[in-house]
């Protein structure tokens, strides 16, 4: 097949974000397909310019310099999608394909996704990585009743345009077919671990910990991720302070970026925990992120308490079981009963950051339970979530796509 597969946020392993379109990617193009990823560059230094084109490990990347971030007003990242929009949608009807696959966030991908089908007479499947409109809806980013009308419209033209559609878990996946969308037609394709990058020698993890003298032999809790508003970063301030009482030698490391960082970094100053045992460092790349988590005691997923959010999906629970870290959440919904069910890892309450300090350092100090639930969340990521079987299920829908529109 040659699929045109459309992403406004592709990223590589040389690149700060999550990779599940490369791998996906470059496994298609491995099993024989042409891919031609349309996408664009974010960082400002690469912004102002026209479409540019590269090959990446045999996937034919079209770049289109679009200058986005977590930090941007919520009006200039609307215009960042619909630009992208746009341009995507006219750049991707001029390339002949089979099959087009837009993945979202943002919803907004759907345009040149319908736009360059119709253009080449190809069906269209539609990857869901968040329900939208349904979570800035609830968050209360979508207030007025007009916007509220056109996001649902357009997820609605959405899913109708699409052949096969896509979702990244079974709470994606009921969202979809509460829209009227037929069942038969959604595919659950989790996001996915990357064992064989997460495999690597402890002595990485020891050398990450020798270079940072605040850590050294201590116990680490790690967060990588982004500091936007729906990670509500900030709980981990909150664990850290209650955690000084109970254990002074535990330490948190939150790494990234995003809209909140200078509100987290100023909170955990105003705590008295900054660079006593709660740290901070900027965002690293897919590449750096194994040394990261084989340093890592436990590893965490944060989000806001806020049901809407309990179906995501998010690239730090599947790193973490790769590397074969337990990981605990903050939050309800199928991340935490499969943890529950698995032994990988454990919830820790959203509301009471005290109870939740106590749960972490009491799992700390009992090095037999850490180790097994290490152990328990490389087998799922070999049993549940290899990214090399999933691939071959979005190949899958890709070609049934395909198969269904000769028909």
Known sequence: MKIIYLHQYFKTPSMAGGTRSYEMARRLVSAGHEVHVVTSRTDQATCGGNWGQEVIDGIQVHWLP???????????RLQAFFRFALKAGKYASSIKADV????????????????????IGAP????????????????GVLRSPVTKFFAKKL????????????????GMCEGIVRTGYPRERVHLVPNSSDIELF????????????????????????????FGKVNGVGYLVDVAKHSLSLDPEVRFL???????????????ELEGVLNRNFFMEPAVTKAEMPALF???????????????LWHNSANKFFDSLAAGRPIFVNHGGWQAELLAKSGAGFQTPANDPAVAAELIVTFIKNPGAADAAGLAALTLARTEFDRGRLANKLEHVLKLAVGDSVE
């Open 66 to 76: 679009v200058m986005y971030s977590n930090s941007m007003g919520f009006i200039k």
């Open 100 to 119: 087009v696959f837009a993945t979202s966030t943002p919803l907004t991908i759907a345009i040149p996704g319908v736009r360059a089908a119709r253009a």
């Open 124 to 139: 269209m499947v539609f990857e869901v990585r968040d329900l939208w409109p349904e979570i800035p809806i609830a968050l």
């Open 155 to 170: 997820e609605s033209w959405a899913y109708r345009n699409s052949n096969q559609v896509v979702g990244l878990s079974s």
């Open 199 to 226: 495999s690597v020698p402890r002595s990485l993890g020891a050398e990450f910990r020798r270079a940072r003298p605040w850590l050294e032999d201590r116990p680490l809790v790690v967060y990588a991720g982004t």
């Open 254 to 268: 939150a790494v990234g970026e995003g809209a909140e960082w200078s509100e987290v970094e100023q909170k955990a």
């Open 294 to 308: 084989n340093a890592a005691t436990v590893t965490t997923s944060l989000v806001i308490d806020n049901k809407a």
